[in-house]
């Protein structure tokens, strides 16, 4: 019997290869993705810890389906409810005290138990008649979920991401992610390629590989040992040609190694777009945050990416009223930010998460403070964007159309600086990497034609 599931995920990239797989998963059972929380049996909210913002927004959703559950029941059916990710790891009896209609809690090293749970779930269902029969399971298994995990069957995107390590041994003072997410893990080397290789002949060609520190990957190879991300990266574009593109997230400066900076210059297929966050450009705030990096050794990483690919451009994050900030602080961070220069980052408001140290650091920046540095950090941000994306006009890139565009006769692809780019195109050239012109930038993308020289038949 086919059965309804909708998958709501919240945050990082991570969370987004999660809840795919938790589909995956699932479909044994019966269940299929509905982009309707209306028509669904069960729904997943998959959640982000990293601020408060995200936490307090898995409870408000939680609240605007408890209606809907119990419409559900009072009809003689029901509705399952699962919470899984960060915040299910930091909180889960707290989610159970505070959302009693939820049934199933699971952490993100877990939710390969899912069937299990669901199973357990409807029982308990069949058994009570009313809320506070939840299922809890946020423990950290001694095998890696990874094991468990089925293959990839169904047609896949022209993007994909595929996750090769989690978990962090950083312990930066306001994060936290090696709480909720454990040890960092590394998957072996085979076992990254076969998936990527499955993944490229049900239609991917751009694989972005994920970890908590992905640039720490240090995967048992082949014939023993180990190896890092750069020979891995060698690895895939050697042994899955069908992939043209390989990108990776997130990184650490602390991990950014010259194998990796090698690879930036000697394989093609790995594209020219970094994500480093260095969160702060002020030392005395980088070693309060326990990041074990200064802005000099970001600025040294920086000038050997640039030297082995002078086209690469950098993404990254910056955290703003960390505990103890300055003036003098926040300048040293906008004064690298101008240095640097970025085509893409994000920005936040230091927001303090319950047992991290940060959170209980003395010196709290008050939120009025935090609000207007982030502004101003935000505009220069914003002018850098603009500029990157300003200088790509005129000039001809290769672009992954990878979907429909907004409007018909149009499709949407990345170029390899991962903008968005919209161009009149036959639905054809999903999937395939064409030359195009670009003639203009609008807030979110690059508008385009097809090259003069490709032209729609022989792109295909």
Same mark, same amino acid.
């Given at each position: 019997?086919?059965?309804?599931?909708?998958?709501?995920?919240?945050?990082?990239?991570?969370?987004?290869?999660?809840?795919?797989?938790? =589909?995956?998963?699932?479909?044994?059972?019966?269940?299929?993705?509905?982009?309707?929380?209306?028509?669904?049996?069960?729904?997943?909210?998959?959640?982000?810890? *990293?601020?408060?913002?995200?936490?307090?927004?898995?409870? #408000?959703?939680?609240?605007?389906?408890?209606?809907?559950?119990?419409?559900?029941?009072?009809?003689?059916?029901?509705?399952?409810?699962?919470?899984?990710?960060?915040?299910?790891?930091?909180?889960?009896?707290?989610?159970?005290?505070?959302?009693?209609?939820?049934?199933?809690?699971?952490?993100?090293?877990?939710?390969?138990?899912?069937?299990?749970?669901?199973?357990?779930?409807?029982? =308990?269902?069949?058994?009570?008649?009313?809320?506070?029969?939840?299922?809890?399971?946020?423990?950290?298994?001694?095998?890696?979920?990874?094991?468990?995990?089925?293959?990839?069957?169904?047609?896949?995107?022209?993007?994909?991401?595929?996750?090769?390590?989690?978990?962090?041994?950083?312990?930066?003072?306001?994060?936290?992610?090696?709480?909720?997410?454990?040890?960092?893990?590394?998957?072996?080397?085979?076992?990254?390629?076969?998936?990527?290789?499955?993944?490229?002949?049900?239609?991917?060609?751009?694989?972005?590989?994920?970890?908590?520190?992905?640039?720490?990957?240090?995967?048992?190879?082949?014939?023993?040992?180990?190896?890092?991300?750069?020979?891995?990266?060698?690895?895939?574009?050697?042994?899955?040609?069908?992939?043209?593109? *390989?990108?990776?997230?997130?990184?650490?400066?602390?991990?950014?190694?010259?194998?990796?900076?090698?690879?930036?210059?000697?394989?093609?297929?790995?594209?020219?777009?970094?994500?480093?966050?260095?969160?702060?450009?002020?030392?005395?705030?980088?070693?309060?945050?326990?990041?074990?990096?200064?802005?000099?050794?970001?600025?040294? *990483?920086?000038?050997?990416?640039?030297?082995?690919?002078?086209?690469?451009?950098?993404?990254?994050?910056?955290?703003?009223?960390?505990?103890?900030?300055?003036?003098?602080?926040?300048?040293?961070?906008?004064?690298?930010?101008?240095?640097?220069?970025?085509?893409?980052?994000?920005?936040?408001?230091? #927001?303090?998460?319950?047992?991290?140290?940060?959170?209980?650091?003395?010196?709290?920046?008050?939120?009025?403070?935090?609000?207007?540095?982030?502004?101003?950090?935000?505009?220069?941000?914003?002018?850098?964007?603009?500029?990157?994306?300003?200088?790509?006009?005129?000039?001809?890139?290769?672009?992954?159309?990878?979907?429909?565009?907004?409007?018909?006769?149009?499709? =949407?692809?990345?170029?390899?600086?991962?903008?968005?780019?919209?161009?009149?195109?036959?639905?054809?050239?999903?999937?395939?990497?064409?030359?195009?012109?670009?003639?203009?930038?609008?807030?979110?993308?690059?508008?385009?034609?097809?090259?003069?020289?490709?032209?729609?038949?022989?792109?295909?």
């Amino acid at each position: 019997m086919t059965k309804k599931l909708h998958v709501k995920t919240y945050g990082c990239q991570m969370n987004v290869y999660d809840s795919a797989r938790m =589909a995956d998963v699932l479909a044994p059972l019966g269940y299929r993705l509905t982009d309707s929380v209306d028509d669904a049996d069960l729904v997943i909210l998959n959640t982000c810890h *990293i601020r408060e913002k995200a936490g307090e927004k898995v409870y #408000s959703d939680l609240g605007r389906l408890r209606p809907l559950k119990a419409m559900r029941r009072a009809g003689g059916g029901d509705l399952l409810l699962a919470v899984a990710g960060c915040t299910a790891q930091a909180e889960g009896a707290e989610v159970v005290r505070r959302a009693p209609h939820v049934d199933i809690v699971v952490g993100p090293q877990a939710y390969h138990r899912l069937p299990e749970l669901v199973a357990r779930a409807l029982r =308990a269902a069949d058994g009570a008649a009313g809320p506070g029969r939840g299922v809890v399971a946020t423990d950290f298994p001694a095998e890696p979920k990874f094991d468990f995990l089925p293959q990839p069957t169904e047609r896949q995107a022209v993007s994909v991401f595929l996750a090769v390590q989690e978990g962090c041994d950083k312990f930066c003072t306001f994060c936290v992610v090696p709480y909720t997410r454990g040890a960092e893990y590394s998957r072996p080397v085979r076992d990254v390629v076969a998936e990527a290789g499955r993944l490229a002949a049900l239609g991917a060609r751009e694989v972005t590989l994920l970890g908590q520190n992905v640039n720490a990957y240090h995967g048992a190879a082949p014939e023993g040992g180990e190896w890092g991300l750069g020979r891995l990266v060698r690895a895939l574009a050697a042994e899955v040609p069908a992939l043209g593109r *390989i990108r990776y997230t997130t990184s650490h400066p602390r991990d950014m190694d010259e194998a990796l900076i090698a690879a930036h210059r000697d394989v093609p297929q790995l594209m020219p777009f970094l994500h480093l966050p260095v969160q702060s450009g002020a030392d005395r705030v980088l070693a309060r945050m326990n990041r074990r990096h200064t802005a000099d050794d970001f600025r040294r *990483i920086v000038d050997r990416l640039r030297a082995a690919r002078p086209d690469i451009a950098l993404s990254s994050d910056f955290i703003v009223g960390y505990p103890g900030e300055t003036d003098a602080d926040f300048a040293a961070t906008m004064a690298l930010i101008v240095e640097i220069g970025f085509a893409q980052a994000f920005s936040f408001k230091y #927001s303090p998460r319950p047992g991290t140290p940060a959170a209980v650091e003395p010196e709290q920046v008050p939120d009025a403070i935090r609000t207007e540095r982030l502004a101003a950090l935000q505009d220069l941000l914003r002018q850098q964007q603009d500029a990157f994306n300003a200088a790509t006009v005129g000039r001809t890139v290769p672009v992954l159309f990878e979907k429909r565009g907004r409007h018909p006769g149009q499709l =949407a692809g990345r170029t390899p600086w991962l903008q968005w780019l919209h161009a009149s195109a036959p639905e054809r050239l999903i999937g395939s990497t064409v030359d195009v012109v670009v003639e203009a930038t609008g807030p979110n993308s690059l508008a385009g034609r097809l090259a003069i020289a490709q032209s729609a038949d022989a792109a295909a």
